[in-house]
T-cell receptor, first 115, second 118 residues
Framework: AQSVTQLGSHVSVSEGALVLLRCNYS??????LFWYVQYPNQGLQLLLK??????LVKGINGFEAEFKKSETSFHLTKPSAHMSDAAEYFC?????????????FGTGTRLTIIP | GAVVSQHPSWVICKSGTSVKIECRSL??????MFWYRQFPKQSLMLMAT?????????EQGVEKDKFLINHASLTLSTLTVTSAHPEDSSFYIC??????????????FGPGTRLTVT
């Protein structure tokens, strides 16, 4: 079974500071990994995804993540936080057997931006 | 592109009644749709996977007779919560996959439906 662990249910950073949200995965096969963002009372929006191509993945809104197989990690970063980044962030891993691409989500990290 | 809508966005119903939630793909064909449930300040839990024209596959622990899923067309899936009880109150989110696109394994999420059972 595949799983992801998000360290830190709450992260607070100052506006303009580095954002680092941690995600570690467990998978018996090469994983597909995703980061989603959720604003209050809304669905999920894909930030970026890793599907076995480049290990450094760039996404929307200035976010990027690096797949590190040796550390089984896929941490999300942004060099300079903006107030609009305040949201809930979910890391997810895909069971990518063709025809059954279920996503397993982490428990989420709530990002707060301090003015 | 790749927009998924849900209707209604929120609903309040009385205990014992049934409520139907619609999930539509607006600009693509959704060969597979997923239904998730999210409790306050918690993660998303997959309830079931539905493929167009076939029966839904439910996750372990999800009552198929209580949460009826119908994926009758390539753009519409419905989730019916039957004989709803207060413990069914939750945020329900659907997502859809478009196998014809090149974005393999990407799911497009709807905005969610908040169900409150009184």
């Amino acid at each position: 079974a595949q799983s992801v662990t998000q360290l830190g249910s709450h992260v607070s950073v100052s506006e303009g500071a580095l954002v680092l949200l941690r995600c570690n995965y467990s998978s018996s096969v090469p994983p597909y990994l995703f980061w989603y963002v959720q604003y209050p009372n809304q669905g999920l929006q894909l930030l970026l995804k890793y599907t076995s191509a480049a290990t450094l993945v760039k996404g929307i809104n200035g976010f990027e993540a690096e797949f590190k197989k040796s550390e089984t990690s896929f941490h999300l970063t942004k060099p300079s936080a903006h107030m609009s980044d305040a949201a809930e962030y979910f890391c997810a891993v895909s069971d990518h057997n063709f025809g059954n691409e279920k996503l397993t989500f982490g428990t989420g990290t709530r990002l707060t931006i301090i003015p | 592109g790749a927009v998924v809508s849900q209707h209604p966005s929120w609903v309040i119903c009385k205990s014992g009644t049934s409520v139907k939630i619609e999930c539509r793909s607006l600009d693509f064909q959704a060969t597979t749709m997923f239904w998730y449930r999210q409790f306050p300040k918690q993660s998303l839990m997959l309830m079931a996977t539905s493929n167009e024209g076939s029966k839904a596959t439910y996750e372990q622990g999800v009552e198929k007779d209580k949460f009826l899923i119908n994926h009758a067309s390539l753009t519409l899936s419905t989730l019916t919560v039957t004989s709803a009880h207060p413990e069914d109150s939750s945020f329900y989110i659907c997502s859809a996959r478009d196998k014809l696109r090149d974005r393999v394994y990407e799911q497009y999420f709807g905005p969610g439906t908040r169900l409150t059972v009184t």
